[in-house]
């Protein structure tokens, strides 16, 4: 099972419960504005305590209130690209690469740095300012960056928003490269289930808690 994950979590106002059992290498939530996609990837990558319930990826327990196992955020090793992808502007992309790759712990390496700048073709990126960058070129980076700190797992928040038809179709098709060649699963957001249809081997929809 890649994903298992089974939580109830409060985040101001809001009750957010979720269940997903997927054995797809790459499973999406999808759902509207505000039903708590991005607060189930918080609380995934450690960054956010669910109320009760459990959290298992490739059958490692990274929480559990029951047994109650709580994984420090550096310790799940998650690759989280933001929705709004968070580059340090002040390092140029090869400088932002670079950032990923420390992270890295040198016995979990798996990944070679230029194996990932071909897969997301970001070679001709290098020297350049994150501030220059388009749309798609600036989640291509933040994607490699969290690949190269040899994550157990990749969370993508929204990849393809605000994508205009070419960008998004790119980027789908680097994305079901990464999907189909590293050993990696994906749990991926998106407000649209039409966008992840042809990434996606299961997908959740998240509705409205009742209570919430
Ligand atoms: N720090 C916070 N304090 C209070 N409420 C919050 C906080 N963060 C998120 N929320 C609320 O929790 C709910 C879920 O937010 P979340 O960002 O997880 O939704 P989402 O489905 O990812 O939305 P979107 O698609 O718009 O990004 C929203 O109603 C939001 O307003």
């Not at 101001?12 to 759902?31: H, N, P, Q, W």
Request: some cysteine; hydrophobic content about 45%.
């Amino acid at each position: 099972m890649f994903f298992d994950i089974d939580i109830t979590m409060r985040v101001g106002e809001r009750l957010i419960e979720t269940a997903i059992a997927s054995d797809a290498k790459l499973t999406a939530i999808v759902g509207p504005s505000g039903v708590g996609k991005t607060s189930v990837l918080n609380a995934v990558s450690g960054l956010l305590q669910p109320r009760s319930g459990h959290i298992r990826i490739e059958c490692r327990t990274l929480f559990d209130s029951f047994a109650g196992v709580n994984v420090s955020p550096e310790h799940r090793c998650a690759g989280y690209v933001f929705q709004d992808a968070r580059l340090f502007p002040h390092r140029r992309v090869s400088a932002n690469l670079a950032y990923g790759e420390k992270l890295a712990r040198t016995n979990d390496r798996w990944i070679d740095r230029n194996e990932i700048i071909g897969l997301l073709e970001i070679g001709d990126l290098l020297g350049r300012w994150p501030a220059t960058l388009s749309g798609g070129e600036v989640r291509r980076v933040a994607i490699a960056r969290a690949l190269l700190a040899a994550p157990r797992f990749l969370l993508l928040d929204e990849p393809l928003v605000s994508l205009d038809p070419g960008r998004a179709e790119r980027l789908i098709a680097l994305i079901e490269n990464i999907r189909d060649t590293l050993e990696v699963p994906i749990l991926l957001v998106s407000h649209s289930a039409q966008e992840v249809e042809r990434l996606a081997g299961h997908v959740i929809e998240l509705a409205r808690a009742s209570g919430s």
